[in-house]
């Protein structure tokens, strides 16, 4: 079927995310037919580098073998069985697994971001309530952080776009300074603002711990900041400072985890376990919806009573389904076998000083910045409507890009070569250029 048929078909019964329908009159929605590799390809035959993971998901391309036949497997077997009162095979094993990477010993499942953000606040709040401590049931989030957009996620989130339509509905918490290097002033390293970023908090914690439940943050990247890169000072700052006013740490993994940031989980660069770690996005690798809300023993055992009020009174229906297990098991094996994180690392520091350092070097970038498998950069001067106008122009290259305002970033699938990268450089300066030509 062509682009147009799908266009019209699309336009008139699907309400788009984080749109406004009405700018579809003028702005192209790209049906896509197949994706191969790091490639979209569309009903007419075009293709698209995805820059972006598809919204930071896809961790090893499109239509890889591995994870397809996983979730073939498993759908001979059993598609999906309620979580209260059965188990099954894949969410035992995917349990113990991901307890054996983080430490973190019971896992609660959820279906998407915003649901493991809610997952997570719920369980701290009732946390303190199980311990005799009910009055601890606010947060204290960062400036500029982004946790999901369901209402309790949106409580701990500072994006205004996201925020202000629903601000009626949305509980008042506590935000403190970001830790985001840029904004270092005159003379501070990263580590001085992370450092003065925890002086902050501390204020905060010392006067009102008697009533926070928890602090929550994105361990070393801010993404809806615009890749907002801090030192793992602060993480180790925050651990220390939350163990000291009795306060639990939740760690959003959602976007940086599964090797994105240059290790398995951000946390691990600071050297601290959170009490709480959010996972969700790479965690089937981009092939099925899955969340996971990962806790210490010390916080499931306060849950575990006679007492039916006691329990976490938390439920989704497709909780622990066994194919989107299945995916993320499969993910798993793929960071083993194909020894990713070192992959990773090596391509990372390859594309930074090949292909990406014409980027760094552009007149209109600033703070060009790296960290894992993310590569971002601030345009000076960018023109009323540079995201919509750069996402735009990277179509007409063959790529696709979605900036955040002045933000350009790229977070692409793992398995980028460095003729794609090479591709995405060159094709990325032609379609900035287009933009900011006067």
Same mark, same amino acid.
């Given at each position: 079927?062509?682009?147009?048929?799908?266009?019209?078909?699309?336009?008139?019964?699907?309400?788009?995310?984080?749109?406004?329908?009405?700018?579809?009159?003028?702005?192209?929605?790209?049906?896509?037919?197949?994706?191969?590799?790091?490639?979209?390809?569309?009903?007419?035959?075009?293709?698209?580098?995805?820059?972006?993971?598809?919204?930071?998901?896809?961790?090893?391309?499109?239509?890889?073998?591995?994870?397809?036949?996983?979730?073939?497997?498993?759908?001979?077997?059993?598609?999906?069985?309620?979580?209260?009162?059965?188990?099954?095979?894949?969410?035992?094993?995917?349990?113990?697994?991901?307890?054996?990477?983080?430490?973190?010993?019971?896992?609660?499942?959820?279906?998407?971001?915003?649901?493991?953000?809610?997952?997570?606040?719920?369980?701290?709040?009732?946390?303190?309530?199980?311990?005799?401590?009910?009055?601890?049931?606010?947060?204290?989030?960062?400036?500029?952080?982004?946790?999901?957009?369901?209402?309790?996620?949106?409580?701990?989130?500072?994006?205004?776009?996201? /925020?202000?339509?629903?601000?009626?509905?949305?509980?008042?918490?506590?935000?403190?300074?970001?830790?985001?290097?840029?904004?270092?002033?005159?003379?501070?390293?990263?580590?001085?603002?992370?450092?003065?970023?925890?002086?902050?908090?501390?204020?905060?914690?010392?006067?009102?711990?008697?009533?926070?439940?928890?602090?929550?943050?994105?361990?070393?990247?801010?993404?809806?900041?615009?890749?907002?890169?801090?030192?793992?000072?602060?993480?180790?700052?925050?651990?220390?400072?939350?163990?000291?006013?009795?306060?639990?740490?939740?760690?959003?993994?959602?976007?940086?985890?599964?090797?994105?940031?240059?290790?398995?989980?951000?946390?691990?660069?600071?050297?601290? /376990?959170?009490?709480?770690?959010?996972?969700?996005?790479?965690?089937?690798?981009?092939?099925?919806?899955?969340?996971?809300?990962?806790?210490?023993?010390?916080?499931?055992?306060?849950?575990?009573?006679?007492?039916?009020?006691?329990?976490?009174?938390?439920?989704?229906?497709?909780?622990?389904?066994?194919?989107?297990?299945?995916?993320?098991?499969?993910?798993?094996?793929?960071? /083993?076998?194909?020894?990713?994180?070192?992959?990773?690392?090596?391509?990372?520091?390859?594309?930074?000083?090949?292909?990406?350092?014409?980027?760094?070097?552009?007149?209109?970038?600033?703070?060009? /910045?790296?960290?894992?498998?993310?590569?971002?950069?601030?345009?000076?001067?960018?023109?009323?409507?540079?995201?919509?106008?750069?996402?735009?122009?990277?179509?007409?290259?063959?790529?696709?890009?979605?900036?955040?305002?002045?933000?350009?970033?790229?977070?692409?699938?793992?398995?980028?070569?460095?003729?794609?990268?090479?591709?995405?450089?060159?094709?990325?300066?032609?379609?900035?250029?287009?933009?900011?030509?006067?």
């Amino acid at each position: 079927m062509s682009n147009d048929t799908l266009l019209a078909r699309s336009l008139a019964a699907v309400w788009h995310p984080c749109t406004q329908m009405k700018h579809h009159e003028t702005l192209p929605l790209i049906p896509i037919s197949h994706g191969d590799g790091v490639w979209l390809v569309d009903s007419d035959g075009r293709r698209y580098l995805d820059a972006v993971s598809s919204w930071w998901v896809n961790l090893f391309g499109h239509n890889e073998p591995r994870i397809k036949a996983a979730i073939h497997s498993q759908l001979d077997r059993i598609e999906h069985v309620m979580l209260a009162g059965f188990t099954h095979e894949p969410v035992i094993e995917l349990s113990e697994r991901l307890g054996s990477l983080t430490g973190l010993g019971h896992a609660f499942y959820g279906s998407d971001g915003a649901s493991a953000t809610e997952i997570a606040l719920k369980m701290a709040a009732h946390f303190w309530r199980n311990t005799g401590r009910p009055d601890k049931s606010r947060f204290v989030y960062l400036q500029d952080s982004y946790h999901g957009e369901t209402l309790g996620a949106l409580s701990v989130t500072d994006v205004p776009i996201f /925020r202000d339509a629903y601000a009626p509905l949305i509980r008042d918490n506590f935000m403190v300074m970001s830790p985001d290097a840029r904004q270092a002033q005159a003379g501070e390293s990263a580590v001085d603002v992370a450092e003065r970023a925890a002086m902050q908090l501390e204020q905060t914690l010392a006067a009102h711990h008697q009533e926070i439940a928890a602090l929550i943050v994105e361990p070393l990247v801010q993404g809806a900041a615009g890749m907002a890169l801090y030192d793992a000072h602060y993480l180790r700052r925050a651990r220390e400072l939350c163990d000291r006013y009795q306060i639990l740490l939740i760690a959003d993994e959602i976007a940086v985890g599964f090797g994105r940031t240059g290790t398995m989980f951000a946390c691990e660069q600071a050297g601290i /376990r959170p009490d709480l770690m959010c996972l969700s996005k790479g965690i089937t690798a981009g092939y099925l919806p899955l969340a996971v809300v990962l806790c210490s023993d010390t916080l499931y055992t306060a849950f575990y009573d006679d007492s039916s009020t006691r329990a976490f009174l938390h439920s989704h229906s497709y909780t622990g389904n066994p194919l989107a297990c299945a995916a993320a098991l499969a993910t798993l094996d793929i960071f /083993r076998d194909d020894a990713v994180i070192s992959s990773n690392r090596s391509k990372a520091a390859a594309f930074s000083a090949g292909p990406f350092a014409a980027l760094a070097a552009h007149p209109r970038i600033r703070n060009w /910045r790296q960290q894992g498998m993310i590569w971002a950069g601030d345009v000076s001067d960018a023109p009323a409507g540079f995201a919509r106008q750069l996402f735009l122009a990277a179509l007409q290259h063959g790529l696709l890009l979605r900036p955040i305002g002045a933000t350009l970033y790229f977070m692409p699938p793992y398995i980028l070569n460095g003729d794609d990268a090479a591709l995405l450089a060159h094709g990325t300066l032609a379609a900035l250029d287009s933009v900011l030509r006067p």
